[in-house]
């Protein structure tokens, strides 16, 4: 190794943030900072670590973000997989988005529900064709011999599907996350970073608070 670990360090000092120009919803300043995020053409803006509940101990993977929605942040994948089975055992997640080219994370928590059958389908049908044949393709998370099951399973799908269209699995589909807490993190100079946080209250009201770096 050429550079020690400990040696890598960068020094923040893009942006700021204040608790006095932010969003009264959190989910509104979450879609702006989104937005700077895409025109600053950062790479799959929308990817976030999803942490999940396995048993006694966290489990955490990168899913992409494709909706907010009622202020519910909105994402699809596998029923059967690991993280869809530790979301059926616990629906306490958190979701990390982190922008390094602007200086930005948000750190989400808040409690995980299957979206409607609809709403699936809808989702499930804009997407290309080889993504919906994966679908079907994938025991997603179970352990499988060698790359040949799925290259067997993706002729036998096609076969399936020719000349047809593709029906959304039974065992895919969405999740909603409905956020009771949000940080949003600026990189500021000498670690004195930027964080305030959104919790909702019992009150049923977002209250903002600056955190210390």
Known sequence: MQQSI???????????????????????????????????????????????????????????????????????????????????????????????????????????????EATSDAYFESRPRASQIGAWVSPQSEVIQSRKVLEERLEEIELKFKDKEVDRPPHWGGYAVKPNMIEFWQGRPSRLHDRIRYTFSKTNNWMIERLAP
């Open 6 to 116: 400990a040696d890598i360090r960068k020094e923040y000092s893009a942006l700021s943030l204040k608790a006095s120009e932010v969003d009264a919803n959190p989910v509104d300043q979450f879609l702006s900072w989104f937005d700077m995020a895409i025109n600053a053409e950062i790479m799959e803006p929308n990817a976030m670590t999803v942490s999940t509940i396995d048993g006694n101990k966290p489990s955490s993977r990168i899913v992409l973000l494709k909706g907010v929605e009622n202020e519910e942040f909105v994402f699809y994948t596998n029923y059967n997989s690991s993280k869809g089975q530790q979301m059926a055992n616990s629906p306490l997640v958190s979701l990390n988005f982190f922008w390094p080219e602007l200086e930005r994370q948000v750190r989400i928590e808040g409690k995980v529900r299957k979206v409607d």
